[in-house]
C-alpha cells in the first residue's frame, strides 16, 4: 500500500507531531516527538526516559498523529492525556484530535545512552480533517529569522544577528528543501 507522507501533512525535515503508543497493558498514550523525513527515510529519536521508548520496545509499533492545536503538544509533554481523548482505529490509539494519522511499524535500532534511533515503516494512515500540515520548526525559524533580518538591515544590532544564527541552526535541522531555499534567499539580503 503506497502512502503519501504529503496528503498525511508529514512533510520533509522534522515534522513536530504527537506519537501515541499502548503499553503492554493496553493503556494508551501520548508523546510530543519530532518524525525525521529525509529522503525515503523515516524515522524518530526516542528518548529512553519517556513512556512512549518502552511501548515501542513492547510493541514494535506507534501512530504518528498531525496536530495543530500548541495547547495538544504542551498538555501531552507534561501530563497525561484523558482515555476520551483518544479514539481506537483498528486497535490502535489515534488522538481525537488528530488531523491525520499515520501507523508505523518501528524499529529501535542504534543510539546512546539518551535516545534512541527508530526506523518508520508506514502501515496504515487516514485523514480525518483535510488541509492539514504538521507543524515544522524550521518553518517558524524562517520567519523568527526574516522579522529579524528586517531589522537587522537597518540597526545592525547583535541581538537580531543572534537571532538569525540560532534560526539557521534550527533550519539546517529541521526545515525541508523549502525552508533551506528560503533561508538561503534570505542570505543573500544581509549583509
Ligand atoms: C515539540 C517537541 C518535540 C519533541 N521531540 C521529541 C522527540 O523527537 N523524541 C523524544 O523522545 N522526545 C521528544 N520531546 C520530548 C517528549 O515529548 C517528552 O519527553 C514527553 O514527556 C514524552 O512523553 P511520554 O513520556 O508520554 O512518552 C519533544 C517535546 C516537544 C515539546
Known amino acids: 500500500m503506497v502512502i503519501s507522507l504529503d496528503r498525511l501533512g508529514l ?3 522534522i ?5 501515541t503508543t499502548l503499553s503492554p497493558r493496553g493503556r494508551p498514550n501520548a508523546g510530543p516527538m519530532g518524525i525525521h523525513r529525509r529522503g525515503e527515510g523515516l524515522w524518530v529519536y526516542l528518548y529512553r526516559d519517556s513512556r512512549t521508548f518502552p511501548n515501542v520496545v513492547a510493541r514494535g509499533r506507534l501512530v504518528v498523529n498531525v ?4 495547547l495538544l503538544f ?9 482515555p476520551g481523548e483518544f479514539v481506537r482505529i483498528g486497535g490502535e490509539p489515534v488522538l481525537r484530535e488528530a488531523r491525520s494519522w499515520l501507523l508505523c511499524h518501528a524499529r529501535p535500532g542504534r543510539g546512546d545512552s539518551v535516545k534512541v534511533r527508530a526506523a518508520l515503516e508506514p502501515l496504515r494512515g ?3 480533517r483535510p488541509g492539514v500540515e504538521a507543524p515544522n520548526r524550521g518553518r517558524a525559524a524562517v520567519l523568527e529569522a526574516a522579522i529579524a533580518a528586517t531589522r537587522y538591515v537597518i540597526f545592525h544590532d547583535r541581538e537580531k544577528r543572534e537571532t538569525i544564527e540560532r534560526s539557521r541552526r534550527v533550519v539546517e535541522r529541521c526545515g525541508g528543501p523549502g525552508e533551506k531555499a528560503a533561508f538561503r534567499r534570505l542570505e543573500l539580503f544581509i549583509p
Not at 496536530?67 to 500548541?70: A, F, H, I, L, T
Open 67 to 70: 496536530v495543530s492545536d500548541p
Open 126 to 128: 487516514g485523514v480525518r
Open 74 to 82: 504542551v498538555r501531552a509533554a507534561f501530563s497525561d492525556l484523558a
Open 11 to 13: 512533510g520533509r525535515g
Open 15 to 19: 515534522s513536530e507531531t504527537l506519537v
